[in-house]
Each structure stands twice: as structure tokens, then as C-alpha cells.
């Protein structure tokens, strides 16, 4: 079945560093990649929509400056966390976008192992 | 009032059980999901639906899609199947999701 690789699965930095985190589709290629983050408790919220090739779209209140998106090749996109603070710590996690529509077979989403991020 | 909603919040169940999980939507859909959160926060994808009954081992999942309603039923439920339960939609012409807030499960032996 489809997979999505997401590194690293844990991480712990400093206030002020940035930390760079990476979703790879392992066996099909991804057109958009979904990148959400969660806080406890809660559920997922969408952060941002990355299309291979092109800029990424931000939901409203994310800061694009801060969340840079690159998604330059249809099975790698990166989200970094730039200047990270510790409001920033939280877990954050990618879907990958089978392409085609709901009627291809292989139609749906696949979601990364996620990444916890702790700023201290 | 979210677009998703689902209920119960929170499930305790004996090993055994039969299980359902209930989530409403009131926006217009092309799909379904019914996705799983382990505890270490993965997600897996359990089913997608745009009509009908899917079921995969001992996971069922129905839609109606004019009362705008889906049901999970797990049947003889293990503690291996505690997790987070989320539905969510795709609304018509978008290929994000929309989520609902999750049901806590936890199975005791």
C-alpha cells in the first residue's frame, strides 16, 4: 500500500533554530501534500497545501514566513520551522494526496507518522 | 456548530464488544473518511466512502448520504483497537479535509 515517510519522528531544539521537517511518498507520487499540526487532545488542523512545483497555500492565521512549505519533487515536500519558539512546540504531521479523483482506485490520503516538536 | 461531528467523544468498552462510533456532516461531500490515531499519533486510513458499507476484517463502515450520516462498528473489540476514531469529509470541488473532533476509544481485557 501506499506509504509516506516522515523524519524526524521526535525533536528537540532551541529557541531561535530552525528545524526542518520532511514527508516522502515511498511508493507513488503526491501532487499535494497536506501539512497539519495538532495540539493535544485535539484534532488536526490544516496548516497548509503544498502542490509539487508551486507555492504553497496557507490557511488564514499561519504564518507563511515562519512555516516555510517546499514541495519541489512529487515524492518530497519539507516544512521548516523557522526561529522556532516554544508556542511553536507541538506535533505536526503531513498527508500525502494520491493523485487522480474519487473514482481511481488508488484515490485517498496517506498520512505521515508525524513529528513531535518540542522547543525549549 | 462544526461542519463534522461525532459522537460519543469518549468510548470505554470491554474485550469483546460491539462498537459504534457515529459521525454527521452538513456539508455536501464527494468522499468519507474514517481514519485511526495510535496513541504515538500516526494516522491510518481505514476507509474511504462515498456510499454504501465497507468492511475490512472486523471494521465495518456505513453512509447515508441523505440523512448525511456514517457509522464505524468494530465488532468483537480488542484492547489493540483503543485509538482515536476521527471522521472526516471532503466538501464538494476541494481536496482538503474537514475534520471531525475525534472519538477516544479505549478496549479493557
Known amino acids: 500500500g501506499a506509504v509516506v515517510s516522515q523524519h524526524p519522528s521526535w525533536v528537540i531544539c532551541k529557541s531561535g533554530t530552525s528545524v526542518k521537517i520532511e514527508c516522502r511518498s515511498l511508493?507513488?507520487?503526491?501532487?499535494?501534500m497536506f501539512w497539519y499540526r495538532q495540539f493535544p487532545k485535539q484534532s488536526l488542523m490544516l496548516m497548509a497545501t503544498?502542490?509539487?512545483?508551486?507555492?504553497?497555500?496557507?490557511e488564514q492565521g499561519v504564518e507563511k514566513d515562519k512555516f516555510l512549505i517546499n514541495h519541489a519533487s512529487l515524492t518530497l515536500s519539507t516544512l521548516t520551522v523557522t526561529s522556532a519558539h516554544p508556542e511553536d512546540s507541538s506535533f505536526y504531521i503531513c498527508?500525502?494526496?494520491?493523485?487522480?479523483?474519487?473514482?481511481?482506485?488508488?484515490?485517498?490520503?496517506?498520512f505521515g507518522s508525524g513529528t513531535r516538536l518540542t522547543v525549549v | 456548530k462544526n461542519e463534522v461531528e461525532q459522537s460519543p467523544q469518549n468510548l470505554t468498552a470491554q474485550e469483546g464488544e460491539f462498537i459504534t462510533i457515529n459521525c454527521s456532516y452538513s456539508?455536501?461531500?464527494?468522499?468519507l473518511h474514517w481514519l485511526q490515531q495510535h496513541p504515538g499519533g500516526g494516522i491510518v486510513s481505514l476507509f474511504m466512502?462515498?456510499?454504501g458499507k465497507k468492511k475490512h476484517g472486523r471494521l465495518i463502515a456505513t453512509i447515508n448520504i441523505q440523512e448525511k450520516h456514517s457509522s464505524l462498528h468494530i465488532t468483537a473489540s480488542h484492547p489493540r483497537d483503543s485509538a482515536v476514531y476521527i471522521c472526516?469529509?471532503?466538501?464538494?470541488?476541494?481536496?482538503?479535509?474537514?475534520f471531525g473532533t475525534g472519538t477516544r476509544l479505549q478496549v479493557f481485557p
Open positions: 498527508s500525502a494526496h494520491n493523485t487522480g479523483t474519487v473514482r481511481t482506485p488508488n484515490y485517498g490520503y496517506t
Open positions: 511508493d507513488f507520487q503526491a501532487t499535494t
Open positions: 503544498s502542490n509539487e512545483g508551486s507555492k504553497a497555500t496557507y
Open positions: 456539508v455536501g461531500i464527494s468522499a
Open positions: 466512502l462515498s456510499s
Open positions: 472526516a469529509v471532503n466538501a464538494y470541488n476541494t481536496d482538503k479535509l474537514i
